[in-house]
């Protein structure tokens, strides 16, 4: 264990470190193979079969044609592509989207607004799912677009995909799916034809940060939401990331060879858990199965998440509460909150997400101080001491 040098490192849901693999296949990209895609000399031409030769490779990994896949700067833009693009492309007015989603789905469903959509939300229960009857209560107002994500970033929940899609598409609407934190952590296979569109990022997968990708099933009508010299078939303008597009390729490729792999993750984490709930008034959320492997989301009464996250940080051990987007608010996560979590436990959480790469000393090493943090922390609670000293 090597918590003094380097730290743990137990936040792979925020972002992960660039795979050795994925970094030596970006580096010729850099220097070496430096043209503009879009020029006909040779610099040129090499830099445009990195990229279509790193298209055909994601493609080939998620079962879709090489002609489906668009590459943008990422989850966020992928995630504003679609809502825009679609809802935009579409003669329908409405649009719905799950309480859930990362801000970059519900901040776009809300400017949205501004074009004159009307937008609606999907309830999901205590366990973080969305229900048939929870989607049904909402569809009735034939949307343009459906958006629920494959797996939540906070708690790590699967949403019933096959189940939203079949209904989705018996009303005639779109499903789009954000799979940022799906990918690599549970089978994404788009020759089933459940998604119409899915937006996927790099960083969450051993790849570099500032690249992702939009799959959009072909003969589905989108519109641009970048304008510019028209690469991507015109669907997103600005010259390409190439360094960017070819780790991705070599990440999607990394997560999706080595899925079986996660069985050794899934061991872990259960193993923490089960340290972890010696802790008194802890809740843990998501069934095992059902949920990403290597997450861990709980809540502690009496504690404030960020003090929990502070000292095990001064502690070597890199957590997060909640999302890392929502790091600076006091706000307990929206997350939480449509899971109808109270508010006061809302805000003790704690978000813990390992990789292979993580050990069972480790891990005994997170719920020891754990369990140290949140006692100190409960001690210098009024509240608490009132109660129960
Ligand atoms: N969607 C989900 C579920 C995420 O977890 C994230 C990142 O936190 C994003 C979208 C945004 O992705 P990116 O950081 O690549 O913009």
């Given amino acids: 264990m090597n918590q003094n040098k380097k730290g743990i490192y137990v936040d792979n849901s925020a972002t992960t470190p660039v795979l050795e693999e994925v970094w030596q296949a970006m580096l010729p990209y850099f220097k070496a193979i430096y043209g503009n895609p879009s020029s006909i000399h040779l610099q040129g031409a090499c830099a445009r079969k990195a990229v279509e030769e790193s298209r055909e490779r994601i493609a080939q990994c998620l079962n879709c044609h090489p002609d489906e896949l668009f590459f943008t700067s990422g989850g966020t833009e992928s995630n504003n592509l679609a809502v825009y693009g679609l809802a935009m492309a579409s003669t329908h007015k409405n649009l719905l989207a799950s309480r859930i989603e990362h801000p970059s789905v519900l901040n776009t469903m809300k400017a949205m607004e501004k074009f004159d959509f009307r937008t609606e939300y999907i309830a999901v229960d205590s366990l973080c799912e969305i229900s048939k009857d929870s989607l049904l209560e909402k569809i009735r107002c034939s949307p343009a677009l459906v958006a629920v994500m494959h797996a939540n970033n906070e708690t790590g929940v699967l949403q019933p995909v096959e189940m939203v899609a079949e209904t989705v598409h018996e009303y005639g609407s779109l499903f789009f799916s954000d799979a940022v934190q799906a990918i690599g952590n549970t089978e994404v296979d788009l020759s089933k034809e459940v998604f119409d569109a899915l937006s996927f990022s790099g960083h969450k997968i051993g790849g570099p940060k500032g690249i992702g990708a939009l799959y959009v099933k072909r003969g589905t009508p989108i519109v641009p939401l970048i304008w510019g010299g028209g690469q991507e078939r015109g669907l997103r303008s600005g010259t390409e990331n190439i360094p960017g597009i070819v780790g991705l390729a070599a990440a999607v490729e990394l997560a999706t060879n080595k899925l079986a792999e996660i069985q050794s993750v899934k061991t872990?984490?259960?193993?923490?858990?089960?340290?972890?709930?010696?802790?008194p008034m802890s809740y843990?959320?998501?069934?095992?199965?059902?949920?990403?492997?290597?997450?861990?989301?709980?809540?502690?009464?009496?504690?404030?998440?960020?003090?929990?996250?502070?000292?095990?940080?001064?502690?070597?051990?890199?957590?997060?509460?909640?999302?890392?987007?929502?790091?600076?608010?006091?706000?307990?996560?929206?997350?939480?909150?449509?899971?109808?979590?109270?508010?006061?436990?809302?805000?003790?959480?704690?978000?813990?997400?390992i990789n292979r790469n993580n050990t069972l000393d480790e891990i005994q090493y997170i719920a020891e101080k754990t369990k140290e943090a949140v006692g100190l922390i409960r001690n210098m609670n009024a509240e608490y001491r009132a109660r129960f000293q």
């Fill in 268 to 279: 872990l984490r259960n193993q923490l858990v089960s340290m972890m709930r010696t802790i």
């Fill in 284 to 353: 843990f959320y998501g069934i095992a199965d059902r949920i990403i492997p290597g997450l861990i989301h709980v809540c502690f009464d009496y504690v404030d998440g960020s003090d929990l996250v502070r000292y095990l940080n001064q502690n070597g051990i890199y957590a997060s509460s909640s999302s890392a987007c929502a790091a600076h608010s006091n706000e307990p996560s929206h997350v939480l909150l449509a899971m109808g979590i109270p508010y006061e436990r809302a805000r003790g959480s704690l978000r813990i997400s």
